[in-house]
């Protein structure tokens, strides 16, 4: 996959065939508490159960799924989210520890694989963001890229139109990208 993942084509070129209600109903399948709360083995089964789920779906699924995820994660790609600090941590001086772009990617999957209602009730509120800082999802990154190359018994290479990396909504950072 291309590190950077930036679209080559119009957004046209990138029509998720996942709709959001299908994308949720899959989320769902994960099976997350509404907190985000859940152990690593637990969530690492579940990514695999959606992963088999995902790739029986047409390939043209696939790919909306990951369409989807990188959208819901570029909205969630803001500075009042990513200059929290990591939830009950602290620097040896005593000052709030920061989040690191990974983690903020992992917080980020953490809000989604939490579900819809969860999803859009962080939008706009940072304080509701905050819990997911101490947690991360990072394994529902992979799991439309693993279910890809099930399906297809080829390596997954395809671009997403958003860029899910952190710090890439430029909207959203104003003072990164002036």
């Not at 709360?37 to 637990?42: G, I, K, S, T």
């Not at 989807?68 to 005593?94: N, Q």
């Amino acid at each position: 996959m291309n590190p950077a993942n930036v679209p080559t084509a119009s957004p046209e070129h990138y029509a998720p065939a996942m709709s959001w209600d299908r994308f949720w109903q899959l989320i769902d399948r994960l099976g997350v508490a509404e907190d985000g709360r859940v152990a690593c083995a637990e969530l690492e089964a579940a990514c695999a159960g959606l992963t088999e789920t995902l790739a029986e779906e047409p390939v043209e699924q696939i790919l909306g799924f990951g369409e989807r995820l990188a959208e819901a994660l570029y909205t969630l790609d803001r500075a009042e989210f990513g200059t929290l600090p990591v939830a009950g941590l602290r620097t040896g001086s005593g000052a709030p520890f920061p989040q690191s772009d990974d983690s903020f990617l992992y917080s980020r999957a953490a809000v989604v694989a939490a579900g819809r209602h969860t999803y859009e009730s962080v939008l706009g509120h940072p304080e509701r963001f905050a819990p997911f800082t101490a947690l991360q999802a990072e394994e529902l990154l992979y799991v439309h890229e693993e279910a890809y190359e099930r399906a297809t018994g080829e390596e997954y290479d395809e671009l997403t139109f958003h860029c899910y990396e952190s710090c890439s909504n430029e909207a959203a950072w104003p003072d990164l990208h002036r």
